[in-house]
């Protein structure tokens, strides 16, 4: 599983890596998480707004720091 | 690409427990919208209270002298604090709620295919509703642009959204009454609209980075959107904590400067400097605006207080534009999309139909 965490490195962005690897961790599984600072890199993804979470390219959440239990549910 | 650090970004942050909640609360709703009503009522109340309550506080309880400076300053400080905040509660909560139906990507898909008079226009209103963060302007621009929304269109919306803050507009229409705050709205819609088409007459197309131009992007790509109103109401109540926790240290430290003005500088005094005969502070309340990065919410206590010394609407609102409208960090931030030289042209046509706002103010009134 690779998971995208989208962000410019403002608070909100930072928050959101942590949030990921904090469920990750819970859920127990083997996951590579990356952040993504680049620009063009995002606009490829598709994300028009930041912190945004995309997991095996498909966007799960833009323009907000998601809750753990919203990450677990999607990596469920 | 090197990192933007210390950028304040307004972006929404979710609730701890959020989604474990939203069953048991739908069944709630009923009961959450009479408390809701309630809790409007109460604040009506509490609000047409608040003059004779810092009055009390100011010359009764504090025994200050009625008309003294100090006492002058703290009845501001007194009676200013609690409306500015519990109207800024207010609004944020209502436009928390009524931005749970427009995101980026809808306003995408709007803005996607519309002429270039009209998606000006509609741009710049969609940028007042749209939930944007100046972190999510590169991306937002290069979203727009390489969907094949033209580039004055989408500038208009890169305008409108910062300059027509609805922090600002409830607070001009809370401290200076309805016809300032729509003079403020109508203006800066204008300026975003008429910028924005004349960047798109300057044919600035070549002075987008190249890289940006080389990405293509759908328009069509736009996420579904199941919110109930459960949870469009519980992203009015995490606006309200998330904006007021960073705002407020900006309106208390914006009223305590207003505060001082209004006690203690001589009344008039601001006309030789900031009125209407004195040409020039037009264009220098503009100059000093740009680099100065404040809150809507600081600024426009400040604002009040200076007008209230006789300095002039225009000079006034030409100030407060360019400083929530023109940030340097923001610019920053556009640098990595824009060449220099059309950052330079963004600067110039948005600094002069602010300044045009400023001069056509400080003319009628």
């Known amino acids: 599983m690779k998971i995208q965490v989208c962000g410019p490195g403002c608070a909100n962005c930072t928050k959101a890596e942590s949030v990921v690897k904090e469920a990750v961790a819970d859920a127990g599984i083997d996951a590579e998480i990356l952040k993504v600072a680049d620009f063009a890199e995002m606009a490829k993804l598709g994300v028009l707004s930041t912190p945004a979470i995309v997991i095996d390219g498909k966007i799960m959440c833009v323009g907000k720091v998601p809750t753990k239990n919203e990450v677990l549910q999607w990596l469920a | ?365």
């Open chain 2, 1 to 365: 690409m090197k990192e933007i650090q210390n950028i304040q970004c307004p972006c929404p942050e979710s609730e701890p427990g959020a989604a474990e909640d939203a069953k048991r609360e739908t069944r709630h709703l009923h009961y959450k919208i009479i408390l809701a009503a309630v809790a409007v009522g109460l604040w009506f109340l509490v609000y047409r209270q608040l003059s004779a309550f810092a009055g009390f506080l100011t010359y009764t309880v504090f025994s200050l002298q009625q008309g003294s400076h100090l006492g002058e300053a703290v009845h501001f400080f007194l009676y200013d604090t609690p409306k500015v905040l519990m109207l800024l509660t207010l609004v944020i909560y209502g436009v928390g709620v009524i931005r749970t139906f427009f995101t980026p990507e809808k306003t995408r898909k709007i803005l996607a295919g519309k002429k270039e008079s009209l998606g000006n226009v509609l741009a710049a209103l969609l940028g007042i509703v749209t939930p944007f963060c100046s972190c999510s302007a590169v991306p937002l621009f290069i979203g727009f642009v390489t969907a094949g929304i033209p580039l004055g269109v989408t500038l208009s919306f890169l305008i409108a959204a910062p300059m027509v803050n609805e922090i600002a507009l409830i607070l001009l229409y809370g401290l200076l009454g309805w016809k300032i705050a729509a003079l403020y709205l109508v203006t800066g819609l204008l300026v975003a609209i008429v910028a924005g088409w004349l960047i798109g007459r300057l044919g600035m197309e070549k002075h987008i980075e190249d890289w940006v131009l080389e990405i293509r992007t759908n328009a069509d790509e736009v996420p579904v959107d199941n919110l109930g109103w459960d949870e469009r109401l519980r992203a009015g109540r995490r606006a309200v904590v998330d904006i007021v926790s960073k705002v407020w240290i900006y309106v208390v430290a914006g009223i305590a400067v207003g505060a001082g003005i209004h006690g203690y500088v001589p009344e008039g005094f601001m006309a030789s400097v900031m009125g209407k005969d004195a040409w020039w502070s037009v264009p220098a309340a503009v100059i000093i605006g740009i680099p100065m990065y404040s809150n809507a919410a600081g600024i426009v206590p400040v604002i009040n207080a200076l007008l209230g010394k006789g300095a002039a609407l225009g000079t006034v609102l030409a100030f407060m534009m360019s400083v929530i409208a023109l940030s340097l960090p923001e610019m920053v931030i556009l640098r990595k999309v824009l060449k220099p030289t059309m950052i330079a042209v963004f600067i110039g046509v948005v600094g002069s139909g602010i300044l045009l706002v400023g001069y056509l103010f400080n003319m009628i009134i």
